[in-house]
């Protein structure tokens, strides 16, 4: 635990101080006596000027270009400038190579490893055609799942246009994941210096036998010689050449593998631990985030199995969705699997935590591998949240108080009382008037009240609505309530313009609801009898 909380440490300080500097970067470490390779230097930061003393490199490398590269990036809303040079450098000598620290002002770059190697023999009076390409493969067998690479050359003596292209490389038995985007570089063959275009792909067969990787066909234009004249540019010529076709022999899964346990074949495989807070700090009740990242060299991250602790009645385990992620690295994809669990101790005191255990296949080793973390045990202390008051205690709190003021109750309860008493006294006393009939008002006739609702519904506007739905209401036998009251439709369109008019979705009313409603209002029944046309019911009926 303590090793990987350094690692990370380190590496955000490592950032923060690439953040600001010279970064040194190299497109490969494994290369040919042979072959070039580029060497990015990038400052970061306040703005620089001159070029960086490129000096020590002469006695180990070849200097073939230097390029210039200004921009400005973007970060946390702060804009900042970046030159990076491109260097192409081709070593002088084979074994293990180190790029020296470079200097600019008062910036250093850190020192790189580089393994070289001898180039593959050729014979002198091989004939070697303007364009070819070599495939090859990292091992000859495999087993089913794991991962073998394929890496595929395109060399050409003869300038390229920008056209070139590679078919797709397609497996019905086998995954194909390609590694990155493709790396140029150049190579001398037979003292003729050649372009290269280098593409890698890890390849991840799905049953055992014999499977063929089948050939990929490579398209191009070569730039003719002479090309320019006075009319123009000549037009190239196409070129299509075919790289091998490559067997490979596909193993099957061990018969000493674990029956129960997913297969895992993979090159190396680790599982390590983080957590928040630390569980030396664990108490009831409170909440604990163990974070197990499980990462596999040779494998992808969704043939990773899933991690975490057992459920328990003391150690209650609420899992989050694992973060899945893969990484381009020399020897092909890392992929890896993280997942979060919250874990919630339930009472104080001991709890262990049982041991996480992957089993996997070993495929550098050939044999048969487990990883584990150790069964851990958690101290849980008490948590004062969670501690209850004794009985008690609120008994002698509650004596020992002054008893609260009653009186401000007391007379709010009295003047509601009266208030109601007095509203009751005003309604009877109505009742005991005589009825009083209202003679019919000159005015507007139905037919125009009623064009005036139907154009305010139109319009969608909830107060010139409502201002005409009261005023054809009051030409009407009966009130709206009544109204409502008797047809459903009519009282939840009401609802909608009431919400309309009294909220902050008055604009978005709809009067259309409500226009059906009253078109389709029936007649109301009137079982005591005609009433005088032109006039309206008594105010207070007895």
């Given at each position: 635990?303590?090793?990987?909380?350094?690692?990370?440490?380190?590496?955000?300080?490592?950032?923060?101080?690439?953040?600001?500097?010279?970064?040194?970067?190299?497109?490969?470490?494994?290369?040919?006596?042979?072959?070039?390779f580029e060497l990015s230097l990038e400052s970061q930061g306040n703005t620089v000027?001159?070029?960086?003393?490129?000096?020590?490199?002469?006695?180990?490398?070849?200097?073939?270009?230097?390029?210039?590269?200004?921009?400005?990036?973007?970060?946390?809303?702060?804009?900042?400038?970046?030159?990076?040079?491109?260097?192409?450098?081709?070593?002088?000598?084979?074994?293990?190579?180190?790029?020296?620290?470079?200097?600019?002002?008062?910036?250093?770059?850190?020192?790189?490893?580089?393994?070289?190697?001898?180039?593959?023999?050729?014979?002198?009076?091989?004939?070697?055609?303007?364009?070819?390409?070599?495939?090859?493969?990292?091992?000859?067998?495999?087993?089913?799942?794991?991962?073998?690479?394929?890496?595929?050359?395109?060399?050409?003596?003869?300038?390229?246009?920008?056209?070139?292209?590679?078919?797709?490389?397609?497996?019905?038995?086998?995954?194909?994941?390609?590694?990155?985007?493709?790396?140029?570089?150049?190579?001398?063959?037979?003292?003729?210096?050649?372009?290269?275009?280098?593409?890698?792909?890890?390849?991840?067969?799905?049953?055992?036998?014999?499977?063929?990787?089948?050939?990929?066909?490579?398209?191009?234009?070569?730039?003719?010689?002479?090309?320019?004249?006075?009319?123009?540019?000549?037009?190239?010529?196409?070129?299509?050449?075919?790289?091998?076709?490559?067997?490979?022999?596909?193993?099957?899964?061990?018969?000493?593998?674990?029956?129960?346990?997913?297969?895992?074949?993979?090159?190396?495989?680790?599982?390590?631990?983080?957590?928040?807070?630390?569980?030396?700090?664990?108490?009831?009740?409170?909440?604990?985030?163990?974070?197990?990242?499980?990462?596999?060299?040779?494998?992808?991250?969704?043939?990773?199995?899933?991690?975490?602790?057992?459920?328990?009645?003391?150690?209650?385990?609420?899992?989050?969705?694992?973060?899945?992620?893969?990484?381009?690295?020399?020897?092909?994809?890392?992929?890896?699997?993280?997942?979060?669990?919250?874990?919630?101790?339930?009472?104080?005191?001991?709890?262990?935590?049982?041991?996480?255990?992957?089993?996997?296949?070993?495929?550098?080793?050939?044999?048969?591998?487990?990883?584990?973390?150790?069964?851990?045990?958690?101290?849980?202390?008490?948590?004062?949240?969670?501690?209850?008051?004794?009985?008690?205690?609120?008994?002698?709190?509650?004596?020992?108080?002054?008893?609260?003021?009653?009186?401000?109750?007391?007379?709010?309860?009295?003047?509601?009382?009266?208030?109601?008493?007095?509203?009751?006294?005003?309604?009877?006393?109505?009742?005991?008037?005589?009825?009083?009939?209202?003679?019919?008002?000159?005015?507007?006739?139905?037919?125009?009240?009623?064009?005036?609702?139907?154009?305010?519904?139109?319009?969608?506007?909830?107060?010139?609505?409502?201002?005409?739905?009261?005023?054809?209401?009051?030409?009407?036998?009966?009130?709206?309530?009544?109204?409502?009251?008797?047809?459903?439709?009519?009282?939840?369109?009401?609802?909608?313009?009431?919400?309309?008019?009294?909220?902050?979705?008055?604009?978005?009313?709809?009067?259309?609801?409500?226009?059906?409603?009253?078109?389709?209002?029936?007649?109301?029944?009137?079982?005591?009898?005609?009433?005088?046309?032109?006039?309206?019911?008594?105010?207070?009926?007895?």
């Open positions: 635990m303590m090793r990987l909380m350094i690692l990370l440490l380190l590496s955000v300080l490592a950032a923060q101080a690439g953040a600001s500097g010279l970064l040194a970067r190299v497109d490969r470490t494994q290369l040919n006596i042979d072959e070039t000027f001159g070029r960086p003393d490129l000096q020590p490199l002469e006695q180990l490398f070849e200097i073939f270009d230097t390029r210039q590269v200004n921009q400005l990036s973007s970060s946390n809303g702060e804009t900042r400038a970046i030159t990076r040079w491109l260097i192409t450098l081709r070593p002088r000598q084979t074994g293990y190579v180190i790029i020296p620290p470079l200097q600019l002002g008062d910036w250093r770059s850190e020192p790189i490893t580089l393994l070289v190697q001898e180039s593959r023999a050729t014979d002198a009076n091989d004939q070697l055609a303007p364009i070819f390409i070599d495939a090859s493969l990292d091992q000859d067998s495999v087993y089913v799942q794991a991962q073998v690479t394929l890496t595929l050359r395109i060399y050409h003596s003869v300038s390229l246009y920008d056209d070139s292209s590679l078919s797709p490389l397609q497996m019905p038995d086998a995954l194909v994941e390609r590694l990155g985007e493709p790396r140029t570089y150049e190579k001398t063959i037979n003292g003729i210096r050649h372009g290269v275009i280098e593409v890698r792909y890890a390849l991840f067969p799905q049953k055992s036998g014999e499977l063929v990787i089948p050939a990929q066909l490579f398209s191009a234009t070569t730039v003719a010689a002479g090309n320019d004249s006075l009319f123009g540019p000549r037009p190239g010529r196409s070129t299509q050449v075919r790289s091998p076709s490559i067997p490979l022999h596909v193993k099957g899964k061990p018969a000493d593998y674990p029956a129960d346990a997913p297969w895992l074949p993979a090159r190396s495989l680790t599982l390590v631990e983080a957590w928040s807070p630390e569980p030396d700090r664990a108490q009831a009740g409170q909440s604990l985030t163990r974070s197990l990242l499980l990462k596999a060299e040779g494998l992808t991250s969704t043939q990773l199995p899933a991690i975490g602790s057992p459920q328990s009645a003391e150690l209650r385990r609420y899992p989050d969705q694992p973060s899945l992620a893969n990484e381009v690295a020399p020897s092909g994809i890392v992929g890896s699997r993280e997942q979060r669990e919250a874990l919630i101790p339930t009472r104080s005191g001991s709890l262990q935590l049982p041991a996480l255990e992957v089993v996997w296949w070993n495929t550098v080793e050939d044999r048969l591998e487990r990883t584990a973390l150790a069964e851990r045990r958690l101290q849980v202390a008490d948590n004062p949240d969670l501690l209850q008051p004794p009985a008690e205690h609120p008994i002698m709190v509650q004596s020992s108080a002054e008893p609260p003021l009653l009186w401000p109750w007391q007379l709010s309860t009295a003047l509601l009382a009266a208030s109601t008493l007095a509203g009751f006294a005003l309604w009877l006393h109505a009742r005991r008037q005589p009825a009083v009939q209202r003679a019919l008002q000159t005015g507007p006739t139905p037919r125009s009240l009623l064009d005036d609702l139907r154009r305010a519904c139109q319009a969608n506007d909830p107060q010139a609505t409502r201002q005409a739905l009261d005023a054809w209401a009051r030409q009407q036998p009966e009130t709206l309530a009544d109204m409502a009251a008797r047809f459903v439709p009519l009282s939840d369109a009401l609802d909608g313009l009431n919400g309309a008019l009294y909220s902050e979705t008055g604009q978005r009313w709809q009067g259309e609801a409500l226009w059906q409603a009253v078109q389709a209002l029936p007649a109301a029944a009137n079982p005591g009898g005609e009433q005088e046309q032109g006039a309206l019911p008594p105010l207070y009926p007895r």
